[in-house]
């Protein structure tokens, strides 16, 4: 299994362009989300998928949108990229749609500079 | 609403001493909480959790914590501390549908040799 797989590594956008983290996994897991962290504020939770066609918002929303056509694929679109979406941004996944006990998987990062 | 406070944004201890890195949470209903730990440049590894059953809880590596319910804490803890164990640590409690995951700010553990 690779796991949860995030792509790409880095990425540098200026201000008003587009661009899609790509998020996949290979557990068959039903519930996958993004979180973007920030220097002192932990993780904070941008959208979450209990399954295909499922998407929700979590804390953080504006300006990202997510779709799940697939089980394995969660992508995650910068629509106008602003210099505040500067982040390092994780994918994670857990078997359970309902994850109050489950043990969630993290990808490796995504780190985003927008100039 | 639910939360959770980790008391230290840094600890430091020496090598082969105890560690402790301290949460309290916050939530209107029996919550999960978790511990995951974030190496350098890596992504995060779950520790250990609460799920309502036994207070204390072990987790990998030698780390344990246990869940107060009277002092609405979950520290964690270890009784020696390795080099390895060098890395960013969080708390996390879950939302009351069980969907969401809230982090606490984090605590930066460093080990002197």
């Known amino acids: 299994n690779a796991g949860v797989t995030q792509t790409p590594k880095f990425q540098v956008l200026k201000t008003g362009q587009s661009m899609t983290l790509q998020c996949a996994q290979d557990m068959n897991h039903e519930y996958m989300s993004w979180y973007r962290q920030d220097p002192g504020m932990g993780l904070r939770l941008i959208h979450y998928?209990?399954?295909?066609?499922?998407?929700d918002q979590g804390e953080v929303p504006n300006g990202y949108n997510v779709s799940r056509s697939t089980t394995e694929d969660f992508p995650l679109r910068l629509l106008s990229a602003a210099p505040s979406q500067t982040s390092v941004y994780f994918c994670?996944?857990?078997?359970?749609?309902?994850?109050?006990?489950?043990?969630?998987?993290f990808g490796p990062g995504t780190r985003l500079t927008v100039l | 609403a639910q939360s959770v406070t980790q008391l230290d944004s840094h600890v430091s201890v020496s090598e082969g001493t105890p560690v402790l890195l301290r949460c309290n949470y916050s939530?209107?209903?029996?919550?999960?909480l978790f511990w995951y730990v974030q190496h350098p440049n890596k992504g995060l590894q779950l520790l250990l959790k609460?799920?309502?059953?036994?207070?204390l809880v072990k987790g990998i590596n030698g780390f344990e914590a246990e869940f107060k319910k009277s002092e609405t804490s979950f520290h964690l803890t270890k009784p020696s501390a390795h080099m390895s164990d060098a890395a960013e640590y969080f708390c996390v409690v879950n939302s009351n549908t069980g969907n969401q995951f809230y982090f606490g700010t984090g605590t930066s553990l460093t080990v002197i040799p």
């Open positions: 939530s209107s209903y029996s919550p999960s």
């Open positions: 994670a996944s857990s078997y359970s749609p309902s994850v109050g006990t489950d043990t969630q998987y």
């Open positions: 998928s209990v399954g295909a066609g499922i998407t």
């Open positions: 609460y799920t309502s059953a036994a207070t």
